[in-house]
């Protein structure tokens, strides 16, 4: 068992529901957020804190032997947004890292990064970035940095693109990019005490029968999805239109974040 876990963002939808699938994989949960996170539960440690703040974030990270960062903005908003959150709010995140022993990092990038690919392209590790807007050009900023560190100084870390992280898939282009609550679970797991990680590229979907991503370069970690989206084709058929071929959410494998226009605040 882990001593010490760190969940940023953990208040959002993939932080509320980690907090209840990695309890007990470590004595302790530090929990960490800018958002309400409730009372603590047995075994964990409630840790607000803006990770724009360089020195909050050193304090925030000591102690940790692992690190699971959901933190920062998840959806498109305006650059001064997303600079302050997800690029500083990163950079802070490695530099307290770096400080504090490099403990391994689960970095929650996105298919965003390669949004304008088409859905009938299938992509591996070395496929070009494409990003659909400033929330993807934030992640590939996080990779980026991870990348960086890992060269320079050796810190670890798992870059995992997620698909769709919710607990069932809800519509037809889920059907590729669902990543199950307990796929995910097991990916941090094993990314945790994998004997080598490096810094490694992992796209974030289930064992689905329809997919459009490639995940043979990290067969070498032993993590195997099991869910599958094929289990809820019926359900998606019976209450989901199927979309026109040229519309966003059917033609790119970012969906609708291709339609989304340039946000100023």
């Not at 010490?4 to 949960?29: D, E, F, P, S």
């Not at 496929?127 to 990779?143: H, L, N, T, W």
Request: include cysteine; proline fraction near 4%.
């Amino acid at each position: 068992m882990m001593n010490r876990i760190l969940i940023t963002g953990a208040a959002g939808q993939l932080g509320r529901m980690l907090r209840g699938k990695l309890r007990g994989k470590a004595t302790v949960l530090r929990l960490s957020d800018i958002a309400d996170l409730g009372e603590a539960a047995e075994g964990e440690e409630l840790v607000p804190c803006d990770l724009s703040d360089g020195d909050a974030v050193m304090d925030l990270v000591k102690d940790c032997d692992g690190i699971v960062h959901l933190g920062g903005i998840s959806v498109e908003r305006s650059f001064d947004l997303i600079e302050a959150a997800n690029l500083r709010g990163v950079y802070n995140l490695y530099e307290a890292a770096r400080h504090h022993g490099m403990p391994r990092i689960v970095f929650a990038s996105s298919n965003h990064t390669i949004g304008y690919h088409l859905q009938t392209e299938r992509l591996d590790h070395t496929a070009k970035y494409r990003p659909d807007g400033f929330y993807g050009v934030s992640k590939i900023f996080g990779e980026s940095v991870a990348s960086l560190y890992y060269d320079k100084f050796g810190q670890e870390s798992a870059l995992v693109r997620i698909g769709s992280c919710t607990p069932k898939p809800e519509n037809w282009r889920m059907l590729a990019t669902w990543f199950s609550e307990d796929d995910f679970t097991s990916l941090i797991e094993t990314v945790f005490h994998a004997p080598r990680l490096g810094c490694t590229m992992i796209w974030g979907a289930s064992n689905n029968d329809h997919g459009w991503w490639d995940n043979s370069h990290a067969a070498f970690l032993g993590w195997q999805p099991v869910d599958n989206s094929a289990d809820h084709i019926a359900e998606i058929a019976a209450t989901v239109p199927v979309p026109g071929p040229d519309e966003a959410v059917a033609k790119y494998q970012g969906g609708v974040f291709t339609d989304n226009p340039i946000i100023r605040d």
